[in-house]
């Protein structure tokens, strides 16, 4: 692969797993590609921006953009997919401005350049001082002002719309039509939340199992996936820590990576996730050796708390190949009672459906928040909301608010924003 195809590979692996919130250094980004067999010096972060031109020509006609620059070394990794339709800046040697150099067209997928003329006439009104502009790439602006940049700036299509308070009747009415049509998901993580609650206390082996079904959960349907549970369960050693090092030393970990696709449950990112599998236990047990357990561990701080030391890049308890998603999973696979916010919570709080958010698909951050209130309303655990929600809209479940939404089959269209004129 050329070094363009490997970027594009680890940037739409990191978003799959991590979203398109994250901030990332340019330090960062180089240790984790350099993973993957690229040299250092060959690693341009600022040659694969949406929002950012060089004097070098390549930097907007063969590379594709993957990040959003934020500031010097701080780029937001948003992926191949992103829909950007904003302006590109550039900053010409010896400036001490920047250029408002031109726009990126996210149908054709390429930066254009303002026409020469253009920016003759316009003189010096094209030239922003960029620091006044990085505010609308930021995650979380900090006044009105600047919320309504990054509204109009990256998304000028969304708009915050407010819903019908999501309350008990909301989701009794989500349940009740789950059950009668026999699609709720009966969910193991209901029980061990609950379980949790009452005592239960989860061992070496129950983290390593919640571990491996989180990976295993990455980019796939889980009506197909979960059948083949006990064989995964087999394959890993019943998640016999000493057993699955031993197969480590004697076979290596393509031995885990081609028992998992034999029996066709792999995922894009198989190969990375077993890579790290060794590396991954290592981190357990620095935390066992610190904490006492990993269960102690896992309930020292919020699970917000815990999330983040186990999926920032930067953590010293960084877990590779599992980003706040699937490390949302993982607590949920021991009992921790939160929500997983993947692609169908997060588009279902968005701005086109129940208008949570004004994306048109809610940030991770706004998927915890809207489920801990309606915990907070109903006395359901967060863990019981998420899987009637998400039982509403995956694959072999409800299919109700799925990606292609079944609107005349939906039992809560007084509270959904799609379709509204």
Known sequence: MSINDVMVQWADDFVAQNGCEEILSTASIKDEVMKMGVNRSSIIPSDHCYNRANKDVTSFGSKTALFLYIEPNKYQCVGSRYGYNGRIFC??????????????????????????????????????????QTRAYKKTPNDSQSKAVA????????????????????????????????????????????ERRNGRRFALNDHLRGYVHAQMSNSRTWSY??????????????????????????????????????????????????????????????????????????????????????????????????????????????????????????????????????????????????????SEKTEYSQARIDNILWSYCAKGYGEVCSSEAKCKECVIQDYCKKGEK
């Open 225 to 374: 996936l979960e059948p083949h549970l006990p064989e995964i369960d087999e394959i890993f050693c019943n998640y016999d820590v000493k057993a699955i090092i031993n197969k480590l030393d004697s076979v290596g970990h393509d031995y885990f990576i081609s028992r998992v696709k034999a029996i066709k449950c792999g995922n894009r990112g198989i190969n990375q996730q077993m890579q790290a599998l060794r590396e991954n236990i290592n981190v357990f047990n620095r935390l066992i050796d610190e904490h006492g357990s990993l269960d102690e561990f896992v309930t020292s701080q919020p699970f917000i708390e815990i999330i983040g030391m186990l999926s920032d890049p930067g953590s010293h308890y960084k877990l590779r190949s599992l980003g706040k998603r699937l490390t949302a999973e993982y607590l949920r696979n021991v009992g921790i009672d939160c929500p997983k916010p993947d692609l169908h919570m997060c588009r279902l709080f968005g701005g086109k459906r129940l208008g949570i958010s004004s994306k048109d698909e809610a940030s991770y951050s706004e998927v915890f928040q809207a489920i801990a209130e309606m």
């Open 151 to 194: 509204e109009n700036h990256l998304l000028p299509n969304a708009r915050l719309r407010p819903t019908k308070p999501l309350d008990f009747r909301f989701l009794d009415t989500i349940e009740r039509y789950l059950y009668e049509n026999k699609i709720l998901y009966d969910s193991p993580i209901v029980k061990w939340v609950e």
């Open 91 to 132: 900053r010409p040697k010896g400036d001490s401005e920047d250029l408002d150099w031109g726009c990126f067209d996210s149908k054709a997928r390429k930066k254009i350049p303002w026409s020469e003329t253009n920016q003759l006439q316009e003189g010096h009104a094209n030239r922003k001082t960029f620091r006044n």
